[in-house]
């Protein structure tokens, strides 16, 4: 008897929309797991003896464009979605991917780095303010901890391989590594901005982890992108700052300025793709 009580409440419940075997509030029609299953897709293989021409190029995405702020906003988690800075923060804070120093060594993935030293290119987030004590009226010292200034993350540099493969006929281009770059003023009376690369992270390692993570469609909710999509089908805006050089690497604004750095940061870009258009004939 007890049992069909039992079984008649568990029905009720369930019409009514409450759930008596779990307290998870579902905010939606349905719970989605489509994403949280997805793994990144498979890319082709790369013969070495394939590749007739290469080169390598870093850009930066700045996301204060319009093209780019998918990549930018939330700014805090709403709905269990973050951006993609967040998204990388929390993966290396998990240990699930691995962030390499951005301020010695360039962007060559040779010395990684912990959460905690991650945290330190943000300066001290312990900080010590006065505050009028009720009782006596005088000032004392406390002290308060702030968070990371997750709206300061501005840009994404990107490190891209570009080569042609022979066999395909194609120009294609593989990703190497993100890094986010922070910018921010020093002193709040200071007119000038400070960029400063937080850290690197390889590309191929954490496309498992951007699979997994939804970038907004404000079109369609039901049908966004993971970061990993956005990448590959290269939805965002950037321009190049640096190709490989024999300058040991040398970036653009090392040698030119204002519209000249402008010029020649598209010279670059058509060059590797009249590259392609030059093994034509018509």
Known sequence: ???????????????????????????????????????????????????????????????????????????????????????????????????????GSDSEFKEPISFNQVKQQFGDTVKTIKVADINSGADRDTTIRTDIPYNEIKQIEIKEFWYFDKQKSTLQVRILGLCPIRVYKKDQNDSLFVRKRIFWVSYPEVRALLAKHEVVNEFNGSRSLSFDDVFLSRNFDAYIIKEENIYNNRSIDEYAAGDYAFKESERIKNSIFDYEQDLWEY
């Open 1 to 103: 008897m007890k049992k069909i009580f039992l079984f008649i409440a568990l029905v009720i419940g369930t019409s009514l929309g409450f759930n008596t075997l779990s307290a998870q509030v579902i905010d939606g029609a349905y719970a989605k797991k489509t994403m949280l299953n997805r793994k990144p897709a498979p890319l082709p293989n790369v013969r070495e003896s394939d590749i007739i021409w290469s080169k390598t190029v870093w850009r930066i995405i700045d996301l204060r464009e319009k093209a780019n702020q998918h990549l930018y906003y939330p700014i805090r988690e709403i709905q269990g979605r973050n951006n993609l800075f967040i998204t990388l923060l929390k993966g290396i804070e998990a240990k699930r991917i691995t962030a390499f120093d951005a301020q």
